[in-house]
C-alpha cells in the first residue's frame, strides 16, 4: 500500500438511533489533496468531527502517522499535527488581525511566534492591515485568516471544510494555489470537503464520495464524475446547494 500518513477505517456514527456514518474508511498520503464530496448532509462535517475527536464513533478508528488516535483527546490530536478549519468563515468580529494571530499563537505550546505568523500570513497570502478588524475582513480574507493560523503551526494533516464556500471563481483559483502549495513545498495530507464536484477536478488527486453516509465511490476525478451512483446522488440532490 502506499505510504498513509492519515486514515479512518470502519467509522460508524449515530445520532440517538439516527446512523449519520456507516463504516467509512479512507486514507491521505503526504502531500496528497484528498477531496471529500457529497450532497448536503451527507456526512462530511460529522467525519471530520470524528477524526478531531470532538464526536465519538461507535465503531472504526482514526490513525495517525502510523498511530491509532482514536481515544485521543481534541487538543492531543492537534498537538500531534491535526489542523482543521471550520465550513463557516466566522473570525472574532471585535478583536483585530493581529489579535487573532496572537489567540491562535498561544493556543499552543510552546507559543508560536510572531515571525510564525508571518509565515502562515505570507503562504495565505493574506495582505491586510494587522491593526484592521477581523470581522470588516471579506469572505476570502476571513478565509486565509483561518488558513494561515492553522499553517503557521506546520501540520502534517489538514482539514478543510468547504475552504471555496462563499468565493467567487478567481478566489477559488488563488485558494486552490495556497493549498496546493502546502501540500507540495511541505508534504502536508490534505482532506478538502466540497459539496460542488467540479471544483475538485482542479485540485483533488482523488476523491471519495459519500452519500447518506456511506461511500458510494471513490479515485481519480474524472473517473469518479462519470460513476452512475455518484451521478444518481447528486442530480437526485440538485438544486438543494
Ligand atoms: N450534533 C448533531 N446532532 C444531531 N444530528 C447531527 C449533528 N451533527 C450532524 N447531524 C446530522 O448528521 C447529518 C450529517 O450532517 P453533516 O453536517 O455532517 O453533513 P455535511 O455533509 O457536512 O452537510 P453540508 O454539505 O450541508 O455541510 C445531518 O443529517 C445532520 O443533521
Ligand atoms: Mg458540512
Known sequence: MENVLFSCEGIGLSFGNRPVLKDVSLHVAPGEILGLVGPN???????????TGRYTPRSGRVCMKGTDISSLSIHERARLGLARTYQSPIVPSSMSVGDVFRAAREAYRPFLSRFDAEWGARHAHLHVPWDRPAGSL???DRRKLMLACQFMRAPDV?????PASGLINSEIDTLDIIIRHQADEFGIGVILIEHRLELLTAIADRVVVLDLGEVIASGRPDEVFSNPRVKAAYFEDAGHG
Open 138 to 140: 471579506d469572505t476570502f
Open 158 to 162: 489538514l482539514l478543510l471544510d468547504e
Open 41 to 51: 448532509g451527507a456526512g462530511k462535517t460529522s467525519l471530520f468531527e470524528v477524526f
